[in-house]
C-alpha cells in the first residue's frame, strides 16, 4: 500500500462529462510522482480529484491508509496535504512572511522551526520577507507559493505546474529544491509540461491520454521507452 | 490681524466642520469598503445598518437616562455605544445567516447581492420607522461646546470666533481610535491577516485552511462596529432622522470609490476628501476674502459656487470624474 492512492478515480466538474477515466495515481514518502501527458489529457484535473475539488463518480483516494474520498479539500489540508496551484498562488497584498504565515494558518503548535526550513531551502524569501508578494519576480513568487504549502507541515505536496513560466535556470534550481523537500520524506506529486526535465527527477511517472492512464513506470524506465519518447518528449 | 481673521473664519466653518464630517464619511466607508472587500459586493443597505445601530444607541441612551444614568460632561450616548454595538451585530449576523448565506452557498454574482442587500436596506428602513418612528431626535447631552466662538475671541483678541463643539471633538477622537485599533487589527492579529488573505485570494485562503465563514462572521461584526459608531457620531453631530442616512449613501460610497474600494486607507483618504470637497464648494466665501483682500476688491457676491441645497451633487460629481479618470481610485482597489 503506496502512502498517497487515488484509485480507478473517474470523474468531471460538476455538470460536464468525465474528463478523467479510471485514472490511478500513487506516491510514497519521499518520492516524486510526476504526472505528464499532452494538453488536455486531464493533468490538473487528476492531481485536483486527489485534492478533492471534484467529485469523483467512481473510484477512491486514500492517504496513509485512510479513505479521503468524501473530505473537502480544507478537511484535507488537515490530513497532511498540501496544494500549490498554478496560477494566482500567493497572496499579492501581503508581504512574503504574511504569506508564509498565512500557511501555517491551521496549526496551533510552534511554526517556527518550519519557517526557518522554509527560509533555509528558499533564502531568497528570508531576505524579501518583508515586501509583498505580488512584487516578485515570477520565479520568486513561485518560491514563495511552495514556502506557503510547506508551512502547513505536510506529507504530501501538490504542484501544479511549478515550472509554467520561468526561465531554465529557475526550472533547473527550483527542481533542485523539490528533490530537497522530497528527501525530508515528504511525498511529492506535480504535474509538469516540462515532461522531459520532470521525468528525470522523477521516481515514478505517470503519462495520461484523454483523462487514463497510458504509460505508469519509473521516472528513468520511461525515459529509456522509446515509444514515450516518441510520443511525448520530442524523441 | 486680518489675515489671522480670515484664517479663523476658515477654520470656523471648512476646517472644523470638514474634519467631523470626514471622520463621520471615513468610518461609514471602512464598512462599505470592508463587506466589498471580503464578501465581494456593494453593500448598499450599509447607510440603514448605520441607522440602526444609531436607534439601538438612542433606545439605550433613553434607558440609561431613565435610570439616571449620566457621564457628563460627555453625552450619555457614548456609553449607550456599547449594548448598540451588541444588538446592530446580533441584528446583521440574523441578516447574513436568514439571507446572504443563502446566496453565498449558491455563488451568486455580486450583481444579484446588490439586489439583495437593497432588499435589506428597504426592510431595515421599515424596522427603524416602525420601532422609533421618521421624527428629528436630538442625542446630544452634556456640555456642548469644548470652546464657544466668545471664548476665543476674547482670548485672542480677533474679531472672528472659532466655535468647537464636544460632539465634533469627539467624533474626531473616536473616528482616530476605532480606525487605530482596525489596522492593528487587519496588520497584526492572525484572525485579521486570514481575512486580508481571504480578501486577496479566496481559493489559496481554502487551500490555507482559513475557514470562510468565520472570516465573513468577524466581517460583519467590524461592520457592525464601525456602522453603530459612525451612524450615532452622525446624529450626535448633527441630529438623528431616519432618512437621512440614505442620502448619506451617495457620499459614504463615492468617499469608498475615490479611495478605492476594498482599501481601507482609501476609505479614510475618500472620506475626508469627498467631506471638505462638499464644504468648500458649497461655502460662501464673501468674509474670507473680505479680510484678505483690499476693501475695493472686496466681492459683492456670495463667492459660493454652489447652494448648500446641491451639496450632495458634489459627491455625485467627483464620484463620475473619478470613475472616468481613475476607476480603481487612488490606492488601486480591490485588496484590503
Not at chain 1, 172 to 188: C, H, P, Q, V, Y
Request: aromatic residues 10%; neutral net charge; contains cysteine.
Amino acid at each position: 500500500m503506496t502512502y498517497l492512492t487515488g484509485a480507478n478515480m473517474t470523474g468531471g466538474y460538476t455538470t460536464g462529462s468525465d474528463i478523467i477515466k479510471d485514472c490511478s495515481i500513487e506516491v510514497d514518502l519521499g518520492e516524486i510522482a510526476v504526472v505528464v501527458g499532452p494538453n488536455g489529457a486531464g493533468k490538473s484535473t487528476a492531481m485536483k480529484a486527489i485534492f478533492g475539488m471534484l467529485n469523483l463518480r467512481e473510484g477512491s483516494v486514500s492517504i496513509d491508509g485512510k479513505d479521503i474520498t468524501k473530505l473537502s479539500p480544507p478537511a484535507r489540508v488537515r490530513e497532511g496535504m498540501a496544494f500549490v496551484p498554478q496560477t494566482e498562488n500567493v497572496f499579492t497584498s501581503m508581504s512574503v512572511l504574511d504569506n508564509l504565515i498565512m500557511g501555517a494558518f491551521v496549526r496551533d503548535d510552534d511554526y517556527s522551526q518550519t519557517l526557518e526550513k522554509v527560509f533555509e531551502l528558499f533564502p531568497i524569501l528570508a531576505e524579501k520577507q518583508k515586501q509583498p508578494a505580488g512584487e516578485l519576480s515570477g520565479g520568486q513568487r513561485q518560491q514563495v507559493a511552495v514556502g506557503r504549502a510547506l508551512m502547513t507541515n505536510p506529507t504530501l505536496l501538490m504542484l501544479d505546474e511549478p515550472t509554467a513560466g520561468v526561465s531554465p535556470i529557475v526550472m533547473d534550481e527550483l527542481f533542485d529544491r523539490i528533490i530537497e523537500i522530497a528527501r525530508s520524506g515528504i511525498a511529492i506529486l506535480m504535474v509538469e509540461q516540462n515532461a522531459k526535465q520532470a521525468l528525470n527527477i522523477a521516481d515514478k511517472g505517470f503519462v495520461l491520454v484523454q483523462g487514463a492512464n497510458r504509460y505508469t513506470d519509473t521516472g528513468e524506465a520511461l525515459m529509456a521507452n522509446p515509444d514515450v519518447r516518441k510520443a511525448f518528449l520530442g524523441g | 490681524m486680518e489675515f489671522l481673521n480670515a484664517m479663523a473664519i476658515l477654520a470656523n466653518y471648512v476646517i472644523v466642520p470638514g474634519l467631523a464630517y470626514g471622520s463621520q464619511l471615513a468610518l461609514g466607508a471602512l464598512g462599505v469598503t470592508l463587506v466589498y472587500g471580503v464578501l465581494r459586493f456593494s453593500n448598499f443597505a450599509h447607510g440603514e445598518t448605520m441607522s440602526m445601530g444609531a436607534m439601538f444607541a438612542i433606545l439605550f441612551l433613553w434607558l440609561f437616562k431613565s435610570m439616571g444614568v449620566s457621564i457628563a460632561p460627555l453625552p450619555t450616548v457614548l456609553l449607550a455605544l456599547v449594548p448598540a454595538i451588541i444588538c446592530a451585530a446580533v441584528y446583521i449576523l440574523i441578516t447574513d445567516r436568514v439571507v446572504y448565506r443563502f446566496y453565498r452557498i449558491q455563488k451568486a454574482v455580486p450583481t444579484i447581492l446588490v439586489v439583495v442587500s437593497t432588499g435589506i436596506m428597504f426592510v431595515t428602513n421599515g424596522l427603524i420607522r416602525f420601532v422609533i418612528g421618521p421624527d428629528d431626535r436630538s442625542i446630544g447631552d452634556g456640555a456642548r461646546f469644548v470652546m464657544k466662538a466668545r471664548e476665543f475671541k476674547n482670548w485672542t483678541g480677533l474679531d472672528v470666533g472659532i466655535a468647537i463643539k464636544t460632539s465634533q471633538v469627539i467624533t474626531v477622537i473616536t473616528a482616530v481610535v476605532l480606525v487605530v485599533a482596525l489596522f492593528w487589527f487587519l496588520e497584526k492579529t492572525k484572525t485579521g491577516k486570514s481575512m486580508r488573505a481571504y480578501a486577496d485570494n479566496e481559493n489559496l485562503a481554502l487551500l490555507s485552511g482559513i475557514d470562510p465563514e468565520k472570516v465573513v462572521r468577524i466581517t460583519w461584526l467590524l461592520v457592525a462596529v464601525l456602522a453603530t459608531v459612525a451612524g450615532t457620531l452622525y446624529g450626535l453631530d448633527k441630529s438623528y432622522k431616519p432618512f437621512t442616512f440614505l442620502q448619506l449613501l451617495l457620499p459614504i460610497f463615492a468617499s469608498a470609490i475615490i479611495g478605492g474600494i476594498g482599501s481601507p486607507l482609501g476609505a479614510i483618504v475618500g472620506g475626508f476628501i469627498v467631506a471638505f470637497s462638499e464644504i468648500l464648494i458649497t461655502f460662501a466665501f464673501k468674509g474670507f476674502f473680505t479680510r484678505l483682500v483690499p476693501d475695493d476688491f472686496a466681492p459683492e457676491g456670495l463667492v459660493q459656487l454652489l447652494s448648500t441645497d446641491y451639496k450632495f451633487a458634489v459627491s455625485f460629481a467627483i464620484l463620475v470624474i473619478v470613475l472616468i479618470i481613475m476607476p480603481t481610485g487612488i490606492f488601486k482597489g480591490r485588496t484590503l
